[in-house]
Nanobody
């Protein structure tokens, strides 16, 4: 059993720069990918940023240049540094990890006030 626990969400003003954290625990084998998805009210869950074990990153077009994903050396934690937040970034942000199956956190709410 693998658990992913997110933290760092909350109410943020437009233009703010919060940092989300995700820590994995449990029977971890090896994560090939860690990342973040988000789901806004009435919308489907969408990828935000991913980080591979090789260090490659990928970002949604909507967050490129504003968000930065990073991980720790143990490859059991992943972070999302967000900046220049917009109201449309309001969503529940989910941490995810793959290896050898997909795991998901419970999500953390990020609300950007206009």
């Amino acid at each position: 059993q693998v658990q992913l626990v997110e933290s760092g969400g909350g109410l943020v003003e437009t233009g703010g720069s919060p940092r989300l954290s995700c820590a994995a625990s449990g029977n971890i084998f090896r994560f090939n990918i860690m990342g973040w998805y988000r789901q806004a009210p009435g919308k489907q869950r969408e990828p935000v940023a991913t980080l591979t074990s090789g260090g490659s990153t990928n970002y949604a077009d909507s967050v490129k240049g504003r968000f930065n994903i990073s991980g720790d050396n143990a490859e059991t934690s992943v972070y999302l540094q967000m900046s220049s937040l917009k109201p449309e970034d309001t969503a529940v942000y989910y941490c995810t990890a793959y290896g050898p199956e997909w795991y998901w956190g419970q999500g953390t709410q990020v609300t950007v006030s206009s």
